[in-house]
């Protein structure tokens, strides 16, 4: 079904990844291990996302629509909940109870989820990046923040995750 997913385990694609590179480097009869591997990644993925907002709800709600178009386009600045109101034409107690009632989280957890997303791409696909680089480029002023907002949701600092990945 079509809609927004939430992934409630962030470390099972990792993990699976991990065994499924160790298998083919380690093992003579890897494709069959590898097989099993992927129907195990398939049935922990299905266990473990959640459905947030479906198409129907999602197609529904104009003001949700304008306020996730507003952080995809802007999450690399530094912008409020005044900035995102005032996108939409509205108070910003008006689209934070929109947005809690159809996306069951916050703007700003969203905004951060986003960001988090975002500059876990950029440190894998520029290795050469400063980590205060990243930072401010997915909308974070602070990098000792940044790192701090990365860990709790990553569960690596940036530059774990960097090694870890390569």
């Known amino acids: 079904q079509s809609g927004a997913y939430h992934l409630s385990d962030t470390q099972i694609f990792s993990t699976s990844v991990l065994e499924m590179v160790n298998t ?3 093992s003579a009869n890897f494709k069959i291990e590898l097989s099993t591997y992927c129907y195990k990644l398939l049935l922990n993925l299905a266990n473990a996302v959640r459905l947030i907002i479906g198409e129907n709800q999602f197609g529904t709600n104009r003001t949700v629509n304008s306020i996730i178009s507003f952080i995809e386009e802007n999450y690399h600045q530094p912008i409020n909940l005044d900035d995102i109101a005032s996108s939409c034409g509205m ?3 008006h689209i934070c109870g929109v947005f809690k009632k159809n996306m069951n989280q916050t703007i700003n957890h969203f905004l951060t989820n986003v960001r988090i997303i975002h ?3 950029e440190l894998l696909q520029f290795p050469e990046k400063k980590i205060h680089e ?3 480029s997915c909308g974070f002023q602070d990098s000792s923040y940044f790192c701090k907002v990365f860990k709790k949701n990553v569960g690596y600092s940036p530059e774990q995750f960097r090694k870890v990945r390569y």
């Open 134 to 136: 990243i930072a401010d």
């Open 91 to 93: 108070t910003k107690e």
């Open 119 to 121: 500059a876990r791409v």
């Open 24 to 26: 083919y480097k380690t």
